[in-house]
């Protein structure tokens, strides 16, 4: 079965600590994105991905960070820089950047201790 | 500044009644516009779309409404069902960098 698969579902950080989350995908989309969700805000672009060891950032990138050194994968560190890093994290991607529909991750909620 | 606006934070419908979901855009270049559900805890799931060549796009209890003129799309769902209740956010495209969501609307089925 295709999809994209979010680890962990649920992560606790202490405040000061770099987390990085993990996304995986076998849809071979090109393109990947990361979100973030908070109460009343909706989704907030971090980063997207449209090809391999190229990224960029979003509405809300600072404080984090992303790799994607493989199609498969784009996870996303929390850097300590990062103000307020407890949200609900999403992973997407879509068949590529022109491609308009987005398959979504189950999401991986963070929370600062 | 928010270029998608859903301005109902929640609605609360009767089951077996329409459901209403409305959504504004400011950014004309927006030529595409998909409306997505999403359960607590859940990742959102694609739900319906409409080009912005089309005013109006239809699949099975859904459908969505396009007003170019005044910037303002809509999702029906008729009847509404319990299993209905979810966030449902409206997105558009026109930029490279992807998909610019709306707050998203809490829809809640009464039964």
């Known amino acids: 079965d295709g999809g994209i698969t979010q680890s962990p579902k649920y992560l606790f950080r202490k405040e000061g600590q770099n987390v990085t989350l993990s996304c995986e995908q076998n849809?071979?989309?090109?393109?990947m994105y990361w979100y973030r969700q908070d109460p009343g805000q909706g989704l907030r672009l971090i980063y997207y991905?449209?090809?391999?060891?190229?990224?960029q950032k979003g509405d809300i990138a600072e404080g984090y960070s992303v790799s994607r050194e493989k199609k498969e994968s784009f996870p996303l560190t929390v850097t300590s820089a990062q103000k307020n890093p407890t949200a609900f994290y999403l992973c997407?991607?879509?068949?590529?950047?022109?491609?308009?529909?987005?398959?979504f991750g189950s999401g991986t909620r963070l929370t600062v201790v | 500044d928010q270029q998608v606006k859903q301005n109902s934070p929640s609605l609360s419908v009767q089951e077996g009644r329409i459901s209403i979901l409305n959504c504004d855009y400011t950014?004309?270049?927006?030529?595409?516009f998909l409306w997505y559900k999403k359960y607590p805890a859940e990742g959102p799931t694609f739900l319906i779309s409409?080009?912005?060549?089309?005013d109006k796009n239809e699949d099975g209890r859904f459908t969505v409404f396009l007003n170019k003129s005044a910037k303002h799309l809509s999702l029906h769902i008729v009847p509404s069902q319990p299993g209905d209740s979810a966030v449902y956010f409206c997105?558009?495209?026109?930029?490279?960098?992807?998909?610019?969501f709306g707050k998203g609307t809490h829809l809640i089925i009464q039964p």
């Open positions: 950014n004309s270049m927006f030529d595409y």
């Open positions: 849809l071979n989309h090109d393109a």
């Open positions: 997105a558009a495209r026109g930029g490279a960098d992807g998909l610019t």
């Open positions: 997407a991607s879509s068949i590529d950047a022109e491609y308009y529909g987005y398959t």
């Open positions: 409409i080009s912005s060549i089309k």
């Open positions: 991905s449209q090809i391999v060891n190229d990224f």
